[in-house]
């Protein structure tokens, strides 16, 4: 999957979180969630796909998909903002609200990834 089409992923799922915020007949206390981030989509279940939605308090979104019952996305997803934080925010060529081009982000994302599905078969046994 090339670049245009994770942006229109990314744009489509921005769009649908802002919606259900502000169609929510429930606000949370001071419109925040747990972590200190706006209301919105969490997590949506399919037939065979969770994508889960973790948000920082300044509105950065981190989107994973994952197979239904995968352990430890919440885990995941707070590990990818600070690789995030520690990698791509202090690259100098970085820029805000531009696809994520580092590769020491890249190599990190990788590295967390296989570490997770290593403990999970582990613990499968």
């Known amino acids: ?11 489509t799922f921005h769009s649908l979180h802002a919606i259900a915020a502000e169609a929510a007949p429930r606000r949370l206390p001071g419109n925040k969630n747990s972590y200190g981030a706006d209301d919105g989509i969490e997590e949506i279940e399919a037939g065979g796909l969770v994508l889960r939605c973790f948000q920082t308090r300044t509105g950065m979104k981190f989107v994973i998909t994952a197979e239904p019952g995968t352990p430890d996305i919440d885990y995941v997803l707070r590990e990818i903002y600070v690789l995030y934080t520690d990698c791509a925010l202090k690259d100098p060529f970085y820029e805000l609200e531009m696809p994520i081009r580092c590769e020491l982000f890249a190599q990190g994302v990788d590295a967390l990834i296989e570490r997770v599905e290593k403990a999970a078969s582990i613990g499968k046994r």
């Open 1 to 11: 999957i090339g670049t245009n089409e994770w942006l229109r992923i990314g744009s």
